[in-house]
């Protein structure tokens, strides 16, 4: 299994809340899919004008040729 922790304050605005859903989601499943990791963690901080969302976990670093694949858009 994987244990995923997340920590912040609480998110109002709908549109943050579901663009923090869905990095999480993706982030998650690459860190389990591509690192094998076990733990992920999260942390959304929000600043007067900025939302900052960090992902750590504690998978393996990719091989240096590692080619990036479609990832996130929009």
């Known amino acids: 299994g994987v244990e995923i922790q997340v920590s912040g304050p609480g998110i109002e605005d709908d ?3 579901k663009t923090f859903a869905y ?6 499943s690459n860190a389990v899919r ?3 990791a076990t ?3 999260a942390e959304f901080e ?4 900025l939302y900052i969302f ?3 976990n504690n998978g393996v670093q990719p091989p240096e040729y590692f080619a990036y694949g ?3 858009s929009g």
């Open 15 to 17: 549109i943050a809340k």
């Open 23 to 28: 990095v999480l989601r993706e982030s998650a």
């Open 34 to 36: 591509h690192g094998f």
């Open 39 to 41: 733990k992920v963690e």
């Open 46 to 49: 929000k600043t007067r004008d």
């Open 54 to 56: 960090s992902v750590w």
């Open 70 to 72: 479609t990832g996130l």
